[in-house]
């Protein structure tokens, strides 16, 4: 089996460490986000081309306020501390979601990473911000009408978030067993692998594991 070019990650588990380590909700989050930069780094060096995490669905609104401000600060706390690393590393940021709903401040934050990493093509992470896959699908059927093209098969996934794109392996921490509408267009032959390590507990260990794993499985893609 060929080494995998694309994976995506639900990072689960960021407030349930908080709460472990007895600390505040957001500071699982910022957790999160150093381990996030260590699994860039490490997917980087094993040959993986794209990485796509979860970091704010469409359903996560519903969180208590303070919670879900604190999320959208931590998207300038990341462009603050995280931006640089990410340049010197030469990853290029993208972002997928209803990025125009969100506060102007996290959006321009947003535009400044896309714009200083926009040269870098070795290496690419994908932020999916304010994302459902309900919505993709939804917005995706939209795009098709405006121009006036076919609905089929092959233009919904063309016009999805992260297009025609085969995603290897689907990963989740924090130890559920779902896919909470992550990327559901694009994941239909995705390898799936749960792992009941909280997200700021993940390491480079544990992703050497799942590609071990993935190396012995044989996608047949319904032959």
């Not at 980087?44 to 879900?68: P, Y």
Request: proline residues 2%; hydrophobic residues 40%; contains cysteine.
């Amino acid at each position: 089996m060929q080494d995998p070019k694309t994976i995506a990650i639900i990072m689960d588990g960021n407030r349930r460490w908080a709460r472990k380590s007895n600390l505040p909700v957001i500071h699982g989050h910022r957790k999160g986000i150093e381990t996030l930069i260590k699994i860039v780094k490490a997917s980087k060096r094993k040959g993986i081309k794209k990485l796509v995490v979860f970091a704010f669905s469409t359903e996560n609104w519903s969180r208590q306020l303070f919670e879900v401000n604190g999320l959208m600060n931590l998207i300038s706390f990341g462009t603050d501390t995280n931006l640089k690393e990410l340049i010197e590393n030469e990853v290029k940021l993208t972002f997928i979601g209803d990025i125009d709903s969100l506060p102007s401040n996290s959006k321009k934050d947003i535009a400044k990473c896309i714009e200083e990493t926009k040269k870098f093509t070795s290496f690419n992470l994908v932020i999916g911000l304010n994302y459902g896959g309900h919505w993709d699908i939804v917005n995706s059927v939209k795009k098709i009408q405006y121009l006036k093209e076919n609905i089929s098969q092959k233009n919904l996934l063309r016009f999805s978030e992260l297009g025609d794109e085969d995603v290897e392996i689907f990963i989740r921490t924090g130890g559920e067993i779902r896919i909470s509408n992550f990327l559901l267009l694009n994941i239909a032959y995705s390898e799936l692998f749960f792992v009941d390590k909280l997200w700021p507990d993940f390491c480079e260990s544990d992703l050497d594991n799942i590609l071990n794993e993935y190396k012995k499985r044989i996608r047949r893609f319904g032959k």
